[in-house]
């Protein structure tokens, strides 16, 4: 079932309806960007004053740029591939019937191997369609375990983080913290107004296109690959712009906001 099938229009608006009295009645409401944020506000009703946006985040002195020469990529081939990849859940939210597509215009080009990592409900139909078109250049991994997810995530080029259209800003994909901190850079398959893709502008750590585009995204994919240089100044300048959203400034932000609202719960 793709997000779109559900139409139940009687559980959309009782679910609605709880949304709104929730955010009318909190004292504060955390946002996880500004995209979230305005949506909130915009279509919602939520009161503009009572939104605090505090951003995802990744452990920086945990997650740490790593060599593509690493036990992961010796194990399957990569160290000498041009690696673009998507780690994490393969689901009904990402739209990785795109990526698929791309990997399919790609296929001249015999360095470039797109690695889906993960697991979700729409992997055994990517792998069928992969399958289907004959696309040896597109090959699927199951989840790494943690102590393998620094070797994993090192053994990419690049990354993809892609949603479908019209769910920006009621998921954020947190994925692309870890990313930053890993010192790589990403292509953001997703609306403009999502915040991965102001990530991307706003730091030139990144390829913003637009969501469900194969040819664009196949575009910014051959764009890399044919630029190693260019490639690596964007994974340089995504690691830099990790240090801002680093999980020691979103815990102090939590803890200056639960500071700032505990007088409210004992005037209760």
Not at 171 to 200: H, M
Request: glycine letters at 6%; hydrophobic letters at 45%.
């Amino acid at each position: 079932m793709l997000l779109e099938d559900f139409r139940n229009q009687a559980v959309n608006r009782a679910l609605d309806g709880v949304n709104r009295h929730l955010l009318r009645e909190a004292d504060v409401v955390v946002a996880l960007g500004d995209r979230m944020r305005r949506r909130l506000v915009e279509e919602k009703g939520a009161d503009p004053s009572r939104i605090s946006v505090i951003h995802n985040w990744a452990d920086c002195e945990a997650i740490v740029p790593g060599s593509k020469e690493n036990a992961f990529a010796r194990a399957h081939g990569l160290a000498d591939k041009f690696v673009v990849m998507h780690s994490g859940n393969v689901g009904l939210s990402q739209n990785l019937d795109v990526l698929v597509e791309a990997a399919a215009r790609l296929a001249s080009k015999p360095r470039l191997v797109v690695a889906i990592v993960g697991d979700g409900a729409r992997r055994e139909a990517l792998e069928r369609e992969a399958a289907r078109r004959r696309l040896s250049n597109v090959r699927f991994f199951p989840y790494q375990p943690k102590d393998s997810l620094h070797d994993s995530f090192a053994a990419a080029d690049v990354f993809v983080v892609s949603l479908k259209p019209g769910i920006e800003g009621y998921i954020v994909p947190s994925k692309v913290y870890g990313i930053l901190a890993a010192g790589r850079p990403y292509i953001a398959a997703v609306d403009p107004s999502c915040e991965v893709a102001t990530i991307a502008r706003e730091h030139a750590c990144g390829l913003p296109v637009p969501a469900a585009d194969p040819d664009a995204l196949a575009s910014a994919i051959a764009s890399l690959h044919d630029d190693p240089r260019a490639t690596r100044a964007m994974g340089l300048r995504a690691r830099t712009a990790a240090l801002q959203f680093d999980r020691r400034i979103s815990v102090q932000s939590y803890y200056d906001l639960f500071t700032r609202i505990a007088p409210l719960a004992r005037a209760a």
